[in-house]
């Protein structure tokens, strides 16, 4: 079984991956973690991003993705911004489940605190509005996310791989 989890910036991306791998005895794949761990650096994800640059730091991100694709199960959790590669979103349609998280903006702006330097020129609802396109296209399930508990949305998620 190969797993695509996906969704905006502090979702539960990695959370709910890890506890989806962990029920069916997967094996887990963060793509910031193998990014990070590609360059053997301790610093953050949005830090290397600024110090790479977008356009450099996003073909890393295609590079590693290319990776994953040939694994023959696992679930793997996308960072935040992946899809905003088109040939990216091509790509990750190979993967039979692939699981939206879709945070409510709501809640996305609480968790984020509406930072005043997220890494792109766009303000958070564009950003929001322009991936929520990509992110809809790529799904084979969603999942609404606002404030449930956590054991809340793993039930929903496995009620809708089970049907």
């Not at 973690?33 to 290397?48: A, D, Q, W």
């Not at 040939?87 to 609480?110: G, V």
């Amino acid at each position: 079984m190969k797993i695509l989890i996906f969704g905006f910036k502090s979702a539960g991306k990695t959370t709910f991956g890890k506890l989806i791998s962990s029920q069916l005895n997967l094996p887990f794949y963060d793509l910031d973690e193998l990014i990070l761990k590609e360059f053997e650096t301790h610093t953050s994800i949005r830090t290397l991003f600024y110090t790479l640059g977008e356009v450099r730091f996003r073909q890393i991100e295609s590079e590693i993705l290319l990776k994953l694709l040939e694994i023959e199960q696992g679930v793997v959790s996308l960072g935040g911004g992946s899809l905003d590669s088109i040939a990216n979103l091509n790509l990750l349609k190979s993967f039979p489940i692939r699981i939206y998280l879709n945070l409510e903006f709501s809640e996305l702006a609480k968790r984020v605190g509406l930072e005043v330097d997220y890494p792109y020129r766009h303000s958070l609802l564009e950003i929001y509005q322009e991936r929520g396109k990509k992110f809809e296209e790529l799904q084979t399930l969603e999942v609404k996310i606002s404030n449930q508990p956590i054991w809340e949305i793993l039930k929903a998620i496995f009620l809708k791989i089970y049907g």
